[in-house]
C-alpha cells in the first residue's frame, strides 16, 4: 500500500504513536464542565426584513452538550456506527450543532458539502463520498429522490424538519421519505431499558490523532470540487491556533457567518452567534441584522468573507451619522476565503474601536489557517500592493513552514531543500504544518499533484496552487492562482508570463475600473501561428461615467507600459457582470471569462 492510499484510509504516517484520545467533542465536554450555564449557541430568525420581527434561540454549554449525546445514541440506534459516513445538509440551526457534534462524538464521518458548488458537482461529490447516511432538510431530501444523490450507497436517512407535526409532519414524511430527528431521537429514548438517553453521558469515541473525523469539500470556485480528508489532529491545530495566533479565550462571542468555522466557537468556549442568512450566499444577508445580532449579544469577534466585509462597511457608511454603527464590543475580525481588499478593510474598521484589528487569514480548505496579517501592517503594504507587488497576506501563524518552488505541472514526489527558491522569487506556495490535510478523499491523482511527502518530517507539504513569494523579512505575498497566471508566447515561443494580481493590481487603479480579470487568448501571428496574448478584462465602476471605451483602452494602454509586468498588454474587453464564486462573491471565474474574451476576439 502507498504512502497516498495509506493517508486516505485515514492511517497516519507518523513515526510517533500515539494513544487513541483525539475527538474535538472533548472541547465541548470541558466547556460543559467549567461554563455548564454559559451560551453556547445562539441562532437568530427573522420574519422578512423588519428588525421587530427577529427572535433568537438559544442552548448553553450544558444543554448542547447533553442533546448533542442524545443524538449520538439515537445514531447508533437507527444503525449508524463508528467509521461510517454522512452527508450532512442542514441549515445552521441548533439542530446542526447538536447533529454535528453527535456525529463527532459517535466517530461518525461527517461529509460536508457546499451548496453553492452546483447540481452536477454535488452529484460527482456523492458518488466520490459514497456515504452510509443521508442527514437534511426536507428541501436536502426532496432533491436528494428527485436528482439521484447518494443511490446506491446511501442506506440510512434522517430528516430535519423542525419537528412539524400533525398534516404537516405527514407530507414531510411522504415527501422525504426518511423518519424524522425528532422521531428517532423520541424513539431512542422510548426503548431505553434504563436512564433515559439524555441523562446518560455518550460514551465518547476516543480516536488515533491522524483517522479521519470528517470529509469536506472544497467549493470548486478554483477548479473540481474535491474531497479533503480532516483528522482530529488536523482540528485540534486549528483550534489552538485560534487560542494562541487569534488570542480567542472562553467566554467570547462570535459572530459566525460561516457554518464550519462556527463549529470551532463551542470547541473554544466561545459561543456561535448565528445570524439569519443563507450561509451560502453570504453577500445577500441583510447587514441590519447581523448588527443587531452584534448588539444583542455583545460580540467580541466577527467571522466574515471579503464580499460580506464590504457590504458590511458599506452598509455603516450609508447610515446617518447620528445613527453611525460602532461595533464598541468588538474586539478582532477575522476575514478568509479570499483577500479582503485594503479599502474594504479601511471603510469597515470605521466602525471599530481604536486599535481593533481586521486580521487577513491566507489559506485553504485543505490548509487553514496558514498566514495572517492585521489590518495596521497591511495598511503600509498599500504602495507596494498599487504598484504591482501582490497582496500581503502576512507570516506564516506558529507551527506552519511556507517555502516557495519553481512554477511546474510536474509532480514532485518528495520534498528536498534545493527545491526551494530565494526570497523575492516568485513561485508556487508549498506548505506544511498540523493543520494541513494529507490527502483527498478517493482522489489518488490529485493527491499526488498535491503533496510532496517530507521525509524528515514525515508528513505530507500542501502545494497550495497559488504563486506568490516571500519577502526579506518572511511575509507571504499573493500573486494570484497558478492555474490564472498567463504565459504569452511569440513565434510559437514562451516570450512572457504574467500574474494576475500583480497586473489586475495596476489596472484597478484607474477610477473608472471596478475589478479587472487577467485572461490568455488565442490569437493569429506572423504567418497564420497561433500564439496567445494576454487580455484584461474590466468590470466597470458603474457609479462612474465612462462613454467613450476606445479613450479607456488608450489610457491602460499607457498605464501597462509604466511597469515592467504589465508591458505587453495590449488588448481590453469591457464585461458587464464579471462572474464569481457564489460563497465569497469574490473569487472571479476566469475560465469563463477567457471563453468569452475569446469569442469577443477577431485574430
Partial sequence: ?????????????????????????????????????????????????????????????????????????????????????????????????????????????????????????????????????????????????????????????????????????????????APSLASILLSTAKSSAAKLPEQVEYPMALLEHDEMAAILFTSGSTGTPKGVVYSHGMFEAQIQALKQDYGIAHGERDLATFPLFSLFGPALGMASIVPEMDASKPITANPEFLFAAIEKYQCSNIFVNPALLERLGRAGEQTESKHQHKLSSVKRVISAGAPATIASIARFSKMLSDGVPVLNSYGATESLPISMIASDELFTTTQVTDNGGGICVGRAIDGVSIEIIAITEDNIPEWDNGLRLNAGEIGEIVVTGPMVSQSYYRRETATTAAKIWDRERQTFRHRMGDLGYLDDSGRLWMCGRKAHSVDATQGGQFAKRYYSIPCERIFNTHPNVKRSALVGIKVKGQGGASEIEPLICIELDQSLVCNKSAQLYQELMAIAEQYSHTQGIRRFLIHPDFPVDVRHNAKIFREKLAVWAQSQTKG
Avoid at 450532512?88 to 439542530?95: A, E, G, I, N
Avoid at 447540481?119 to 459514497?130: G, R
Avoid at 430528516?159 to 405527514?170: E, F, K, T
Fill in 1 to 177: 500500500m502507498t504512502r497516498v492510499e495509506d493517508a486516505q484510509l485515514g492511517h497516519g504516517t507518523s513515526a510517533v504513536e500515539q494513544a487513541p484520545d483525539a475527538n474535538i467533542c472533548r472541547h465541548l465536554k470541558q466547556a460543559a464542565h467549567h461554563i455548564p450555564h454559559h451560551l453556547a449557541v445562539a441562532v437568530q430568525l427573522g420574519k422578512g426584513k423588519s428588525l421587530a420581527n427577529l427572535t433568537y434561540q438559544e442552548l448553553d454549554f450544558i444543554s448542547l452538550d447533553k442533546q448533542s449525546d442524545a443524538i449520538a445514541f439515537a445514531l447508533n440506534a437507527h444503525g449508524l456506527t463508528r467509521g461510517m459516513k454522512a452527508v450532512l445538509m442542514v441549515t445552521p440551526s441548533l439542530d446542526f450543532f447538536a447533529l454535528t457534534f453527535g456525529l463527532f462524538k459517535a466517530g461518525i464521518i461527517p461529509v460536508l458539502v457546499d451548496p453553492g458548488m452546483g447540481i452536477k458537482n454535488l452529484k460527482q461529490c456523492f458518488i466520490e463520498a459514497a456515504p452510509d447516511a443521508f442527514i437534511g432538510i426536507p428541501k436536502a431530501h426532496i432533491a436528494r429522490r428527485l436528482l439521484g444523490w447518494g443511490k446506491g450507497s446511501v442506506k440510512h436517512l434522517i430528516n430535519v424538519d423542525g419537528n412539524p407535526s400533525g398534516l404537516a409532519g405527514a407530507l414531510s414524511r411522504v415527501l422525504t421519505g
